[in-house]
């Protein structure tokens, strides 16, 4: 018992040492500034792209939790070119991170590979010509990729596809698509009107991470029908899969969306929680996450117009990860705990 007790140690700490800032999770923050010795800030764009779940290619309305204004700075407005764009997004963030001098250009409104490749190479090699930007991060569905547009985007992470691009201390651009993955349930994703289902992600994020291209995920905690368990066991399926980095949010009914309809006439197939209740939810599934995963974010914010009300006020995220590393401090434990045993 007292050998298994001190190798448990061990591993525990072999495990926490590899973990920025005494952290008890691998947190995204240092992961850029561990490789280039800086912080890269992410700068949002919208490039004008819409998604086959609005323009009647696969549906009309979107995911019924969406509205894509909700989730964009104000800087952000496909009104603007992509340059004005980063240009007010580079003095918008330089207010909070003035040591800051490199970006990434961050397409993240509606499936940014949703278009012709002709159009894709216009706006990334735009975002790329600015010379502050160091690197693209694609949010898009994995339902919106083909291997036509995934060699595009390798030969640009390659340094192919713009052989004059030079950046101090970057000899190739940075890039990351981000997957909208949402769930690892057919039945959840075919009732929040996906278009696709988890097979369809698991093939892009292979067919991403075979290129050498870094793959991210976002996952939404508490869609109708889901449970705490089925929210814990998707933790192996995530694992399996070759992401760097995942991105959790706690589901956010946002005004006049069908997913705040579906909660008004059904409640009681919503897992809502208290803040509380949801941290220890993130704790039982990091310690259920291989410790090589990148965790990019724990919860969403959306400003407080686009709800009927802040169920738990207006806390910042920066104080849900506060209260993160004092909860996974008090219970002892930390990200992979339970993924060797």
């Known amino acids: 018992m007292l050998g298994e007790s001190t190798q448990e140690k061990k591993r525990e700490a072999e495990i926490l040492s590899k973990f920025a800032s005494n ?25 004008g792209f819409t998604c086959p779940n609005r323009d009647g290619f696969k549906s009309r309305g979107g995911c019924t939790f969406c509205d894509n ?5 104000s800087y952000s407005i496909k ?14 963030h330089k207010i909070r991170y003035r040591n800051t001098r490199f970006y990434l250009a961050y397409f993240q409104s509606f499936s940014n590979t949703y278009a012709p490749l002709s159009y894709l190479k216009r706006v990334y090699e ?11 991060v694609i949010g898009t569905r994995p339902d919106c990729v083909d291997d036509e547009k995934l060699d595009y985007i390798q030969s640009v992470q390659e340094g192919l596809a713009i052989p004059d691009w030079t950046r101090e201390k ?41 290129r050498g291209i870094d793959v991210g995920a976002h996952f939404i905690l508490g869609l109708p029908g889901e449970t705490r368990d ?32 579906e909660f008004e006439n059904k409640p009681n ?51 849900i990860l ?7 401090e008090s219970r002892s434990t930390y990200q992979g705990k339970l993924v060797y045993l």
């Open 79 to 92: 009104a603007k070119n992509i340059i004005n764009q980063l240009n007010e997004g580079i003095e918008f």
């Open 230 to 261: 089925m929210l814990l066991e998707q933790c192996s399926l995530i694992n399996e899969l070759p992401l760097l980095s995942v991105k959790f949010h706690q589901l956010q009914l946002v005004r006049n969306t069908l997913i705040e309809r």
């Open 170 to 210: 970057f000899a190739k651009p940075i890039v990351t698509i981000e997957y909208g993955i949402e769930s690892c349930y057919d039945k959840t994703l075919q009732r929040i009107n996906r278009g696709h289902d988890f097979a369809t992600a698991q093939r892009a994020i292979r067919d991403t991470a075979k």
């Open 69 to 73: 204004s909700a989730f964009h700075p």
């Open 23 to 47: 952290k008890r999770y691998n947190t995204f923050v240092g992961y850029y500034k561990a490789l280039y010795g800086e912080r890269l800030q992410k700068l949002v764009l919208d490039a």
């Open 269 to 319: 197939e919503f897992l809502r929680l208290s803040l509380d209740e949801y941290l220890d939810l993130i704790v039982d599934i990091l310690e259920r996450l291989r410790p090589s995963l990148y965790i990019e974010r724990v919860a969403g914010e959306v400003p407080p117009r686009f709800v009927k009300k802040s169920e738990w006020g207006l806390i910042r995220n920066f104080q």
């Open 322 to 328: 506060q209260m993160l590393d004092k909860r996974l």
């Open 126 to 136: 735009e975002a790329l010509s600015h010379p502050d930007v160091v690197g693209i």
